[in-house]
């Protein structure tokens, strides 16, 4: 027997609109920083980084270029989610762990429109 949403067409409608507008919200976050990111690396071409603070400003640098890295990770993680749980609807299994294949708790899925496993499975795979 093939394992049916718990979800009510609505549910599903009301889930979706949240997870499309978390999507447009983050490739506006992203696009920010690809933006940001050509704008440092444009103004050292045209080397307008002073060589008498060489040591500082690529010090600066490499940590402001590494924070804007794992943001842009982290929202590049959340994006392919957030793509997979669109997917999963349009398949019918979302809303159903990918690890024990049991529907994962609405509650949990109100919180986290994205999830992909149970309450139980996230908290098993976050303690390896
Ligand atoms: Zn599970």
């Not at 050292?44 to 270029?65: C, H, I, K, Q, Y």
């Not at 994962?104 to 908290?123: F, G």
Request: charged residues 35%; contains cysteine; hydrophobic residues 35%.
């Amino acid at each position: 027997m093939a394992m049916k949403s718990a979800y009510t067409q609505r549910e599903l409608d009301d889930l979706r609109g949240r997870l499309l507008q978390e999507k447009e919200q983050l490739e506006a976050q992203l696009a920010t920083i690809e933006e940001a990111t050509f704008a440092t690396s444009q103004s050292d071409l045209s080397g307008e980084v002073s060589f008498d603070d060489e040591n500082a400003d690529a010090g600066t640098f490499t940590f402001e270029r590494e924070r804007d890295l794992s943001i842009e990770n982290n929202v590049r993680d959340l994006l392919g989610k957030i793509d997979r749980a669109l997917a999963r609807m349009d398949e019918g299994t979302y809303g159903i762990c990918s690890r024990c294949g049991k529907p994962i708790e609405k509650a949990r899925l109100k919180a986290l429109p994205y999830a992909d496993l149970c309450i139980k499975d996230a908290q098993a795979q976050s303690r390896r």
